[in-house]
């Protein structure tokens, strides 16, 4: 197996390919849900296989930042609460704020992460298992930022975000919490490509357009957490 290092190398060759691909295109997530079909994503994936990747997804993620949190920032690190997947309009709400469909999210007020299973198996059917790492890696990017000083936490909140997401999953691999294979640096260039320009929730005036999201999330898999955070 190339080690973590190769990887990064290959997800900044697959970043530079992509840019030069997403002039004027992107990628396209369907949700099932149009031209009359009423199927939904989570209906058409193996979803004992979907689940058995967030819970690797979400323990990966948890243990990289159990080891990292501290050496990085000397403090003690508290996980955040998972409330997993939920369906449509029946996810938990965030304060007064009700959970949206086909979104992933993390709540600060109640320090939890939460997704929808058809966002989830949407991508999982059409790019593969690394765009349920992703997600999660992303969304437990803000918990992390959660537990920042305000002068670690950059503007480029969601641009950050995806760079925490290289450093955790790249950074774990290096530990050995995940192995990376072949096909695994696309599938992660292709999701931040998909959540850059198909969803509303991940417009480019908050969350920046594909190769802003790639170049962040290369940033942290190759320099790890510390170049994510400002000077």
């Known amino acids: 197996m190339p080690t973590a290092r190769a990887w990064a190398a290959l997800l900044a060759a697959a970043a530079l390919l992509l840019s030069a ?7 396209t997530i369907e949700t099932g849900g149009g ?28 243990a990289f930042w ?11 690190y508290r996980s955040p609460q998972v409330t997993g997947g939920y369906r449509g309009e029946d996810g938990p709400p965030c304060g007064d704020q009700p959970a949206v469909p086909f979104n992933a999210f993390y709540c600060p007020r109640q320090d939890f992460l939460a997704w929808d ?19 999660i890696a992303h969304e437990w990017g803000h918990a992390i930022q959660a537990r920042l000083e305000r002068d670690q936490v950059s503007v480029a909140a969601e641009l950050q975000a995806d760079c925490l997401a290289g450093a955790t999953i790249f950074g774990a691999a290096e530990r050995g919490l995940v192995q990376l294979e072949p096909g695994d640096t696309e599938e992660l260039a292709q999701t931040l490509a998909a959540v850059a320009d198909d969803y509303p929730w991940t417009s480019e005036s908050d969350h920046g357009n594909a190769q ?20």
């Open 21 to 27: 691909l997403l002039t004027g295109c992107g990628v």
């Open 35 to 62: 031209g009359g079909r009423t199927t939904e994503p989570i209906d058409q994936v193996d979803s004992d296989s979907l689940a058995g990747d967030e819970r690797s997804a979400v323990a990966v993620t948890d």
């Open 212 to 231: 802003q999201r790639i170049s962040s999330f290369d940033a942290g898999a190759q320099g790890g957490v510390r170049a994510c955070i400002p000077d």
């Open 117 to 135: 299973e058809n966002l989830m198996a949407a991508g999982y059917q059409q790019i593969g298992d690394a765009w349920v790492y992703l997600i």
């Open 66 to 76: 159990r080891e990292r949190f501290q050496q990085s920032f000397g403090r003690s």
